[in-house]
């Protein structure tokens, strides 16, 4: 069964950090290009960051672009999203998500169960 | 970048109701269109992929059409679980959603 358990949200001040984490199982992990999206709350939802299966390539939508670095270490199954100079926008449930397998990158089929962050002083 | 406009943001049906949710893309997309569906709390669900491929598990009675630029989600005959928020999404680089329609009850 596929799983997906995001780790890592909280409360932090603006300009501060905060490391997400994705454990995943249930998959060939290393396979699949994986991604962050994030929904503010009552807001929709927005895709932030997205990783090749090796690592070698990163995508980031602007708002983040330079201030968020996404990773991955394939020998845990876990998927990282550095986030620093956080600002009150970013406050958000910031979900990992997997694509469909053999299909576009981003059609998402397994989401995790969401981490909030919130960014407040 | 590529905008996902949704019609409507809400709409207000009763179990049984045929209903269509519209998703028009502010440049063609060919078929590089999903749909979510998302209850409060909860992470959004794939429903339909390639403007019209139904995943997996998922209720006949969703369907989804279009290409280029607009695009309809479709419940033929809505059920008490139906009740949610529906999102659709375009593939193009970088991916977007758009605003969401909520789907209450009448």
């Known amino acids: 069964e596929v799983q997906l358990v995001e780790s890592g949200g909280g409360l932090v001040q603006p300009g501060g950090s905060l490391r997400l984490s994705c454990a995943a199982s249930?998959?060939?992990?290393?396979?699949?290009?994986m991604s962050w999206v994030r929904q503010a709350p009552g807001k929709g939802l927005e895709w932030v960051s997205a990783?090749?299966?090796?690592?070698?390539?990163?995508y980031y939508a602007d708002s983040v672009k330079g201030r968020f670095t996404i990773s991955r270490d394939n020998s845990k199954n876990t998927l990282y999203l550095q986030m620093n100079s956080l600002r009150a926008e970013d406050t958000a449930v910031y979900y990992c998500?997997?694509?469909?397998?053999?299909?576009?990158?981003?059609?998402?089929?397994?989401w995790g169960q969401g981490t909030l962050v919130t960014v407040s002083s | 970048d590529i905008q996902l406009t949704q019609s409507p943001s809400f709409l207000s049906a009763s179990v049984g109701d045929r209903v269509t949710i519209t998703c028009r893309a502010s440049?063609?997309?060919?078929?590089?269109l999903a749909w979510y569906q998302q209850k409060p709390g909860k992470a959004p669900k794939l429903l339909i992929y390639?403007?019209?491929t139904l995943q997996s598990g998922v209720p006949s009675r969703f369907s989804g059409s279009g290409s280029g630029t607009e695009f309809t989600l479709t419940i033929s005959s809505l059920q008490p679980e139906d009740f949610a928020t529906y999102y659709c999404?375009?593939?193009?680089?970088?991916?977007?959603f758009g605003q969401g329609t909520k789907v209450e009850i009448k």
């Open positions: 998500a997997k694509p469909l397998p053999a299909v576009a990158p981003y059609y998402f089929d397994y």
């Open positions: 249930g998959f060939t992990f290393s396979s699949y290009a």
């Open positions: 990783i090749s299966g090796s690592g070698g390539s990163t």
């Open positions: 440049q063609g997309i060919s078929s590089y």
């Open positions: 390639a403007a019209s």
């Open positions: 999404q375009q593939l193009n680089s970088p991916p977007a």
